[in-house]
């Protein structure tokens, strides 16, 4: 019998969980109606590093979930045919002033390589040869380069996958929804039956959630980056690893003349979606200082999510406590493009009864985030 499935949310998590929805041996006994307002989409905003390796996040489920999201996303892009401007394992490089913590680095990624291919080759980089490898830069300390970090445009990852879910069995309506107290979909006032729920709804998790007896433990995060043009400096089509520098703002070339640098963490601005001209300022200034010929006249664009978190920075995901029909992955931070496709693979495995391995491995108690209030 078809199962009818809601996708709350068209992010990273939602886009994901409908293409394997899609590819699943049963996916044709599925039919699924994914719903996203799209409004502040941290996806569509994120700055795109697929690099978890270096990490020195002391939550070894993160980690297990980060590492494994970073290969499964090489296995989605493979599979689904990412074109380069999408996926592109362009190399990321991490510089440390610090000589000492730069070799820590480097035997973390060591140790690391042992458990996953996907992080490449590891190469430990003088400040020149960092220079040398991102042309752009005129200043930088020495660092660590690994072959397999990527870029990712989550906005057209998520396309490009309900573009492929679409042709099987998703509809999408461009819409927000909300959960009405019984526990169901509601669009426009009426009622939708559904036989499964994902929310993948990101920072609106608690807003969603508002009807139930449910004690809910996401925030919203603002997160604003810059988008220049280098074409003037550097040419049209000089493609260069990502680099994250110590103490400055992340360095992310697109390969086609454009530049990202960003982004901010601000905790105290709810769902604001405005441009903020210190946070600007700040990340000129950062680009700035690594090279100095850029400037604001290189300014293109400025681009604003946001981003949900926990108490203790975990994302977390699985069915809802007293809720069995609605499943739910967030919490995702500032790594949700890393960690996000293996949790929206989970959510839909979960659903069509697929899961085979050890998804604890990957996750803390989702009551530690979710509690029925009684
Ligand atoms: C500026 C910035 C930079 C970042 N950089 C990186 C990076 O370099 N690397 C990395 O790994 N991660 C990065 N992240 C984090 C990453 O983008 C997020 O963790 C991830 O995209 C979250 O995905 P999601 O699917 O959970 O939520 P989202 O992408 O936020 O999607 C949630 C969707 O649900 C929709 N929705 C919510 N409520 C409703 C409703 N009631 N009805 C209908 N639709 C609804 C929203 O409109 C939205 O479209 C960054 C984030 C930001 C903001």
New binding site residues.
Partial sequence: MTKKIAI???????STAAYFLSQLDSGNDFEVTM????????????????SPWLSKRRNKKWYNLARDGATLLKQISKQSKMPESIYNQCGTIITREDSEKLKELYQLAEERRDETDTIGDIKELTADEVMRFVPIIDSSYPGVFVSGGARLN?DKYASHLTKIAKKKNLTIIK????INKDGNVELDGQVLEFDSIIL?????TK??LKELPLDVDVRPQK???IELSTTQILGANVDMPVVMPEGES?F?PLGNGRLIV???HENDKGFDLSADADIIDELLNSAHSMSNQINAENLIRV??????YTSDFAPFFGRIPGYEKILV??G?????????PLVGKILAEMIADKVDYDIDEYRKPIENYIKLVK
């Avoid at 799209?38 to 996806?43: I, R, W």
């Avoid at 681009?303 to 949900?308: E, L």
């Avoid at 995702?332 to 996000?340: E, I």
């Fill in positions: 709350i949310g068209g992010g990273i998590v939602g719903f996203d307002d799209g409004n502040g989409q941290a996806t569509k905003a994120a700055a795109g590093i697929i989550g819409q927000p929804v909300s993948a709804t990101g920072a609106w807003d969603i997160g604003q980056l992340d992310i960003g982004a901010s681009k604003i999510g946001t981003r949900a992955g967030s995702l931070g500032s790594s949700g493009l890393t960690t996000g």
